[in-house]
Nanobody
Framework: QVQLVESGGGLVQAGGSLRLSCTAS????????MGWFRQAPGKEREFVSR????????DYADSVKGRFTIARDNAKMTVYLQMNSLKPEDTAVYYC???????????????WGQGTQVTVSS
């Protein structure tokens, strides 16, 4: 079992920044890829970004490239999502996930965090 605890959401004005954190614990955490997803009201959950513990390689959704940065701290088993130049359309519940990557692409989430609300006002 893997446990994921997110923090760092909140309310910010358009153009502002927030940093989300996700701390992972449990067996074989380092064998999973770590990802961030988001779900806006009335929409499906969508991929935002992911990172690998072993080498730090990353991937991003086109909608956040150049604005969001994912990073990890292996000693703390924590993954961060730095979100800059936030837009109202970034408003969503953001979820941390531990899952599987194949040929560099996220294919499955095996564990989810509880989610943290991010609201960007215009």
């Amino acid at each position: 079992q893997v446990q994921l605890v997110e923090s760092g959401g909140g309310l910010v004005q358009a153009g502002g920044s927030l940093r989300l954190s996700c701390t992972a614990s449990g067996r074989s955490v380092s064998s999973y890829a770590m990802g961030w997803f988001r779900q806006a009201p009335g929409k499906e959950r969508e991929f935002v970004s992911r990172i690998l513990w072993r080498d730090g390689t990353t991937d991003y959704a086109d909608s956040v490239k150049g604005r969001f940065t994912i990073a990890r701290d292996n000693a703390k088993m924590t993954v961060y999502l730095q979100m800059n130049s936030l837009k109202p359309e970034d408003t969503a519940v953001y979820y941390c996930a531990a899952g599987t990557v194949v040929l560099g692409r996220w294919v499955r989430a095996d564990y989810w965090g509880q989610g943290t609300q991010v609201t960007v006002s215009s």
